[in-house]
C-alpha cells in the first residue's frame, strides 16, 4: 500500500529535506487552518491549504507523513475547533491524490482531470452530508435567501409592478439548476491554480520533478467539443427556461461550461498571436481578463478550434 521513494529521499532522510523544511511547511499548514477564522484572509487560505500537504506527502515518507500532520491538526482542533479540522481534512484528500500522481510522473493534464474530480465528488458529498445528516440544505437556504432578497426589493419599490412570485420561482429554479456547472468551474479553477503553486513550493523543497502547464500558446482543444456545442446550442435555444428534466438541466450546464472551455482556447489564441508578433508578455495576460469574463469572447476560442486561422499569423 505504500509508495517507493525515491533515491533521494532515502539519500537525505536524515537532512534538512525531512528536518527543517517539513517543520516549517507543517507550520504553515497549522498557520493556514487558523487563519480560516479571520474573514477576507480566509479566502486567500484557501488558495493555499493543499501546498504543504503536497509537499509533505512527496518529501517525506509515509510515516513521516502523518507523525507531521497529526500535531496539526490536534493543535488545529482546539485552537480553531471542529470545523477548522473538517476544512483540513477536506482539502487532505485531493492532496494526497496530487502529490501519488506527482511521484508517479503523471502529465499536468492527467493531474487537473483526476484531482479535479475528486475535488468535485467531495462537494457533492459535503452536500449530501450536510443535507441527510445535518437537515442543511443549501438548495433551500438558497432559495429562500432569493426569495428573501427579491421581496427586500419589491417592498422598496425596486422592482417593476408587474414582477410576480412566477419570476422569482424562475430564477430560483434557474439558480438550483447551474449548481452542477458552478461546481465543476469551481474545482477545476481550483485545481489549476493549486497545480500552478504547488509545482514550485515541491521543486523549492527538493522533492521529484512536477509536470508543468502546457504553454499557452500551445492549448488545443479537439474539433468534436465544436460540433457538441453547437448542437447543446441549439438545444437550449428551443428549450423551455421552465424545464426541470435532466436533459433539459444538463444542455443548461453543458452550454456555459463549453462557453468557459472556448474562452480559454481563446486565450491561447493570444497567447500564441502575441508570440509570433513579438509583444510584451503581459499584452496576452491583460486580454485574457476580458476574454474570461465576457463569454461572447469565447467565439474566439471556437473559431480558433476548428479553422486554421493560426496559419495565417505563423512566421514563413
Do not use: C
Request: a positive charge; charged letters at 15%; proline letters at 7%.
Amino acid at each position: 500500500m505504500f509508495r517507493k521513494k525515491p533515491d533521494y529521499d532515502a539519500q537525505e532522510v536524515n537532512g534538512l529535506k525531512t528536518g527543517l523544511k517539513p517543520v516549517l511547511w507543517s507550520f504553515a499548514a497549522l498557520l493556514l487552518l487558523l487563519s480560516l477564522v479571520l474573514p477576507l484572509l480566509n479566502m486567500i487560505t484557501l488558495l493555499l491549504l493543499m501546498v504543504p500537504y503536497v509537499v509533505l506527502y512527496t518529501t517525506l515518507p509515509p510515516k513521516s507523513f502523518v507523525v507531521h500532520l497529526v500535531p496539526v491538526w490536534v493543535l488545529a482542533y482546539f485552537v480553531g475547533g471542529p470545523a477548522t479540522l473538517i476544512i483540513g481534512l477536506f482539502f487532505l484528500i485531493p492532496s494526497v491524490v496530487m502529490g501519488h500522481l506527482y511521484m508517479k510522473q503523471a502529465p499536468a493534464s492527467k493531474v487537473i482531470r483526476t484531482v479535479g474530480v475528486v475535488f468535485l465528488a467531495q462537494l457533492m458529498l459535503e452536500l449530501l452530508v450536510f443535507e441527510v445528516f445535518l437537515d442543511i440544505s443549501l438548495i433551500r437556504e438558497m432559495s429562500t435567501m432569493v426569495r428573501d432578497t427579491i421581496d427586500n426589493m419589491q417592498a422598496q419599490g425596486l422592482l417593476t409592478k408587474e414582477w410576480d412570485s412566477g419570476f422569482t420561482d424562475i430564477i430560483i429554479r434557474t439558480m438550483v439548476n447551474s449548481i452542477p456547472v458552478t461546481f465543476i468551474m469551481i474545482a477545476f479553477g481550483y485545481t489549476v491554480i493549486s497545480q500552478y503553486l504547488v509545482r514550485r513550493a515541491v521543486r523549492w523543497s527538493g522533492g521529484p520533478d512536477t509536470p508543468r502547464f502546457a504553454r499557452a500558446r500551445d492549448w488545443r482543444l479537439p474539433r468534436i467539443l465544436v460540433i457538441i456545442y453547437l448542437i447543446a446550442y441549439v438545444i437550449e435555444l428551443f428549450s423551455s427556461p421552465s424545464s426541470e428534466s435532466f436533459f433539459a438541466v444538463a444542455v443548461m450546464n453543458l452550454v456555459p461550461l463549453l462557453s468557459f472551455v472556448f474562452a480559454f482556447q481563446a486565450v491561447g489564441f493570444f497567447f500564441f498571436l502575441a508570440h509570433q508578433r513579438g509583444w510584451n508578455k503581459a499584452v496576452p495576460v491583460l486580454i485574457a481578463i476580458p476574454v474570461l469574463l465576457f463569454p461572447p469572447l469565447s467565439l474566439i476560442g471556437v473559431l480558433d478550434t476548428v479553422f486554421p486561422i493560426r496559419k495565417s499569423f505563423t512566421k514563413p
